[in-house]
């Protein structure tokens, strides 16, 4: 299992970014996948998870309304949108995916929002 993130990079707030997952090594369509985030100082959270026919929910309510996940099971691709950026979104995204019980990371992506 591979995962590995891309599209991050430093907005000013009110911005937006679209953050990618590319998947290989399983069975992409069959799994839900999960984006977390690690502020500084701070422990991972979920942010979003989606199911495999495309369902997404969204976690900390300080996210929901501004956020849009998406996926490409032909592309075995995971996205997520962010909009409307705040500086307390400032972290490192991760996506992550639960194979044969064991949960896959990929190694992140960094978001800064910052004037």
């Known amino acids: 299992v591979q995962l590995v993130e891309s599209g991050g990079g430093l907005v000013q707030p009110g911005g937006s970014l679209r953050l990618s997952c590319a998947a290989s090594g399983f069975t992409f369509s069959n799994y839900d996948m999960y984006w977390h985030r690690q502020a500084p100082g701070k422990e991972r959270e979920l942010v979003a998870r989606?199911?495999?026919?495309?369902?997404?929910?969204y976690y900390p309510d300080s996210v929901k309304g501004r956020l849009t996940g998406s996926r490409d099971n032909a592309e075995n691709t995971f996205y997520l949108q962010l909009n409307n950026l705040k500086p307390d979104d400032t972290a490192v995204y991760y996506c992550?995916?639960?194979?044969?019980?064991?949960?896959?990371w990929g190694q992140g992506t960094q978001v800064t929002v910052s004037s």
């Open positions: 992550n995916v639960y194979v044969g019980g064991r949960n896959y």
């Open positions: 989606g199911t495999p026919a495309g369902r997404f929910t």
